[in-house]
């Protein structure tokens, strides 16, 4: 099933409106950006079935021309992996330029970075801070340390990390943390990339404030999303796009191809 990147979903909202949909005749057409045609043939190599006008042919159609509106190459495309393959290539290109801004946000860390991206340890005896830390300093990963002594057995299977949201984010903002461990933490001078030990609730646990670079590419993009949208909005503005209305119409708000009746 082709679901929507998170990119795509979450910072295009700015400026579909400017974009345009027709209704002149385009019988051969299941839909089109700019010079670009989607065919009846490409739409069953997306979905896998007959191409019908349903949700699953209104789904792959949106993610289509949403790779058209961040300026990925929609020619030729014969698979949904292609597909998604294409469109995660465009959303790193349309963020790219913003990473230096968005790294340098982040390495604020306690003292001003927007989000917190932990991994944790927490300990139960026999296992020591001492004992976790040397394995770390002897080339362990702090993933590899957390699967191996984390007395939580969530922790245990993630790799230490710590969730951030019920929507699966890997990072939170700092004011949604626990106010006393983030004081244990900014007591503890925690810095980004270096294990540091606390003690929380009578638990000592090893926390690391995550390096930038293994960040999830959604989590980079929150940093910089008013920049990521200014951009995606200049393209937009460019935007011609059609939806044949046998499968439906382009609706700018939901960014999404609905049925003609759905308003």
Known sequence: MIRRSALAAGLLVAGLAASSCST???????????????????????????????????AAITQWLTLGVLGGDVAGIKSTDDLTARLTKAETAVAAPFM??????????????????????PL????????????????????????????????????????????????LAPKTLNADLLKSLTDAKAAIGTPTTVEFKGTKIIFLLRPFEELPEINKDSLVATEIQTAVAKQIAAAKIYVNPQYGKWDPKALNVVALGQS
């Open 24 to 58: 002149f005749d385009r019988a051969s057409s299941v839909a089109q950006i700019g010079p670009d045609k989607l065919s009846r043939t490409d739409l069953v190599a997306l979905t896998g079935s007959d191409g019908g006008a349903g949700d699953k042919a209104r």
């Open 124 to 171: 139960a005896a026999p296992n020591t801070p001492d004992t976790v830390l040397a394995a770390i300093t002897g080339g362990t990963s702090f993933a590899d340390a957390a699967t191996k002594y984390s007395a939580d057995p969530t922790l245990a299977q993630s790799g230490g990390v710590v969730p951030g949201d019920a929507q699966g984010s890997e990072c």
């Open 100 to 121: 230096d801004s968005a790294k340098a946000q982040y390495s604020k860390g306690l003292d001003g970075s927007p989000i917190l991206c932990l991994r944790a340890i």
